[in-house]
Structure formats: C-alpha cells, structure tokens
Nanobody
Framework: QVQLVESGGGVVQPGGSLRLSCAASGTNIDINNWHWYRQAPGKERDMVASVHNIDGRPGYMDSSVKGRFTISRDSAKNTMYLQMNNLQPEDTALYLC??????????????WGQGTQVTVSP
C-alpha cells in the first residue's frame, strides 16, 4: 500500500500564500507521477497540477493557476509540494494528493490522500 498524507492547508486572505506538502510512505513503492487535485463544495474534483517523479518535470498545470502555483517534488523524501501564491477566494477547496504508483512488482494503481483544506477569505 501507498499512504499519502497532505499538510500545509489553512485560512489565508486574498493575495496570501500557502505551501502544501504530500508525503508518501510505504514499502518498496515506485511512484510514476504525482498530482494535486482540488474539490470545492458542490463541485467536481479537478486536477490542478502534475509532476513527473523521475525527473521532476512539471506536467499539467490548470490555466486558472498558471503563474501563481508551482508544483515540485523531492524524490529523496518521497514528497510533493504545491507553492500557491496570490491566492484568491476561488481557490478555496479541499486539496488532494494523488499518485500513480505501484508496490514492489504489482501493477500500477491510483492512490489518494485525505486532503488538506485551503480557505481564502478576507
């Protein structure tokens, strides 16, 4: 199994910043890609950004966050980050970590964290 634990959420004013972290743990895990998703109340879960684990190259970045959010990962720590700057009320959501990973020689599978809440409010 792959366990994912997010942290770093909180309440900030518009224009503020937060840095989210997602730490992965497990035995003999092999992470292919990392993703951040977010889900606001009453809305669908949408991908925010992704990063390739092998070289740290960013993949997808939603147009609504381009220029404000930066995704990265530290493969030695099995941790992914999302630096969020100039936060706006529309960024308010539960932010969830997702990986496409496998344990030992098992097939790759989807794994999700529980999420960390980000609230942007005056």
């Amino acid at each position: 199994q792959v366990q994912l634990v997010e942290s770093g959420g909180g309440v900030v004013q518009p224009g503020g910043s937060l840095r989210l972290s997602c730490a992965a743990s497990g035995t003999n895990i092999d992470i292919n890609n990392w993703h951040w998703y977010r889900q606001a109340p009453g809305k669908e879960r949408d991908m925010v950004a992704s990063v390739h684990n092998i070289d740290g190259r960013p993949g997808y970045m939603d147009s609504s966050v381009k220029g404000r959010f930066t995704i990265s990962r530290d493969s030695a720590k099995n941790t992914m980050y999302l630096q969020m700057n100039n936060l706006q009320p529309e960024d308010t959501a539960l932010y969830l970590c997702h990986v496409w990973a496998r344990v030992s020689s098992n097939p790759y599978d989807h794994y999700w964290g529980q999420g960390t809440q980000v609230t942007v409010s005056p």
